[in-house]
């Protein structure tokens, strides 16, 4: 097993950094040929370290590996050893690759006991592309406009409650507005006791599950007080409400009511035979889209004002923009959020530079040659989405915060630019998310400014699978 390398030997007349060039070369190949299974080179440090190093201080760990053992390198954790690629072109071929090579489903399985087995994360082959074809069409950018206010208003009732010239910690209100716009654009839930129940049910659950997925000899039930027993039984009641949501949906949808929201367009939906989807796929999907939607959006949102604090012109020029579309009105039509064009480049640099899930993995179900190199069946493979943003050779000044890069420009490649990851699995609420923190960000800007806590240090801090902003990305609003 082990296929051949790329070689990086060029023609022509070498100049200096060609030289310095080749000697790395040289010295990394010596580095490859020093790995015993085949596999691409990666760090040898104890498992344990290498899966602790990516779990806590992700970031830097990966850029020492790209550093290192240069764009194709393994991990090697406890039981699992992951084949990271860091180049469009390698990643090209990883998303363009038949679906029956690379299952996404089974490299989310930890995912199961919140998601359920009939969820789109778990799916592969077939039975995938079935579902998703149904679950796509809610998700289309013509459709957003159907959540625009819902989204703007829980936006503002939010923005309403927040203190003034104080210490305030984004990432909390951040989850309490993108959990309400789900539970809202979603499910389908109106305020009012159903709403409250759930949510706090859902914060429960959600709080409990991090730890538990990552370890699996904690998924025993020891009794209500046990961690894996209160997970248990909050995932009962938030499916007893779940379910009892479904039931009212469906009772609207046969008196001929017309609802926006997306589980009674899954309701409506029919598979290619005709089939409509069994309460429990319905029951599963909408915690998949829960499990998906709420917590990235919400970790991208306080990045972003990390950002717009600590550059104040970015965030002038971001202000003007909401200001001058939004103008005065305490509830803007949904349509004055479609075109912010300054503050969508601000949401991608944002997603650029700190993707909120560094890497997405595919397993193989047969070998596979990418980049020249052959990979063995059951390896995970997968596009670090951190190290393509960061490619000196796709982004001019990588680490630079620089929104201008995507002004009336589109990436310099589809897979070089993947924080919403790629091909068949492409997330499906990408246009969802963007109209999100569009509203998000333009109905915070247009009313304060933001700036940053002296003395605090922000810093990549991982909640789950998700790379949030340490300290709860704490600022200080001023009204304007
Ligand atoms: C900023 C916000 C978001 C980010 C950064 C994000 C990122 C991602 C990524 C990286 C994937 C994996 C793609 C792959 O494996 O190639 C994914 C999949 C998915 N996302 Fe998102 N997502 C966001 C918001 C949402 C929202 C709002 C929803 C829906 C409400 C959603 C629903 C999904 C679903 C259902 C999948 C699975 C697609 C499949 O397996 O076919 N996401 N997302």
């Given at each position: ?5 790329r ?59 790209r550093?290192?053992?240069g764009p194709i ?11 990271a690629f860091t180049r469009p072109d390698e990643i090209r071929e990883i ?275 990418i980049g ?11 596009p670090s989405?951190?190290l393509a943003?960061?490619e000196p050779e796709s ?18 490649s589809?897979y070089a ?64």
């Open positions: 097993m082990g296929g051949p390398f070689d990086g030997a060029s023609g022509g007349t070498l100049g200096p950094m060609q030289v310095v060039d080749g000697i790395r070369e040289r010295a990394s190949r010596l580095r490859r040929a020093r790995s015993s299974d085949g596999l691409p080179p990666g760090p040898r440090l104890p498992e344990v370290v290498q899966l602790t190093s990516w779990l806590y201080r992700p970031f830097p760990f990966l850029t020492r590996c550093a290192r053992y390198f393994s991990l090697r954790f406890p039981r699992l050893t992951i084949v998303f363009t690759a038949p679906t029956d090579v690379m299952y996404a489903g089974k490299a989310n399985e930890n995912l199961g006991p919140i998601v359920g087995t009939h969820s789109l994360l778990l799916l592969d082959g077939p039975k995938h592309l079935r579902e998703r074809k149904l679950l796509l069409p809610p998700f289309h950018g013509a459709r957003m406009q159907a959540y625009g206010a819902a989204i703007r208003d829980i936006t503002s009732d939010a923005i309403a409650r927040f203190p003034i010239g104080k210490r305030l910690e984004l990432h909390t209100p951040m989850q309490a507005i993108t959990l309400d716009v789900i539970l809202r654009t979603v499910f389908g839930v109106e305020e009012g006791e159903r709403f409250a129940a759930l949510r706090a049910a859902i914060m429960e659950l959600t709080n409990g599950f991090t730890a538990i997925a990552m370890v699996p000899w904690l998924q025993k039930d020891l009794g209500p007080r046990s961690p894996w027993g209160r997970f248990v039984r909050a995932r009962d009641r938030v499916d007893a409400l779940l379910y009892a949501q479904i039931a009212e949906r469906r009772r609207a949808l046969e008196r001929g009511e017309a609802h926006t929201d997306i589980l009674s367009m899954l309701l409506a939906a029919r598979y290619d035979d005709g089939a409509a989807m069994s309460e429990t796929a319905i029951r599963d999907e909408l915690m998949t889209l829960l499990a998906a939607g709420h917590e990235t959006s919400a970790t991208v949102l306080p990045w972003a004002f990390h950002f717009l604090a600590t550059h104040p012109e970015a965030q002038a020029r971001a202000a003007d923009e909401a200001r001058a579309a939004l103008g005065d009105a305490s509830r803007p039509d949904p349509s004055a959020f479609q075109k912010l064009d300054y503050v969508d480049a601000v949401v991608k640099e944002t997603m650029r530079r700190r993707p909120v899930i560094a890497g997405i993995g595919r397993i193989l179900t047969q070998p596979f040659t020249g190199l052959g990979v063995p069946k059951g390896t995970l493979v997968s989405i951190y943003h960061h982004w001019p000044e990588p680490r630079a915060f620089d929104p201008g890069r995507f002004l009336g420009a589109q990436p310099p589809p630019y993947l924080p919403f990851g790629g091909g068949a699995r492409r997330c499906i609420g990408l246009a969802f998310a963007h109209y999100e923190m569009r509203i998000v960000i333009a109905s915070i800007l247009a009313r304060f400014r933001v700036h940053p806590m002296r003395g605090i240090d922000i810093t990549p801090e991982r909640r789950g699978v998700t790379i949030a902003p340490s300290h709860g990305m704490p600022v200080i609003l001023e009204r304007r």
